[in-house]
């Protein structure tokens, strides 16, 4: 049971870190297509 918990903790770890890395890039490529069809 223990080692369950420190899975789910460590992929929720992991988790958080690629939100943090990859969401203000997701944030720029997302303006990037809501200014391409405002354009269009």
């Given amino acids: ?3 369950y918990a420190l899975l789910a903790a460590l992929i ?3 988790a958080i870190a690629i939100i ?3 969401g203000p890039y997701l ?3 997302f303006q990037d ?3 391409g ?3 269009a």
Avoid: A
Wanted: aromatic share 0%; no cysteine; net charge negative.
């Fill in 1 to 3: 049971m223990v080692e």
């Fill in 12 to 14: 929720s770890i992991v």
């Fill in 20 to 22: 943090v890395l990859v």
């Fill in 27 to 29: 944030k720029d490529l």
């Fill in 33 to 35: 297509i809501v200014s």
């Fill in 37 to 39: 069809l405002g354009s």
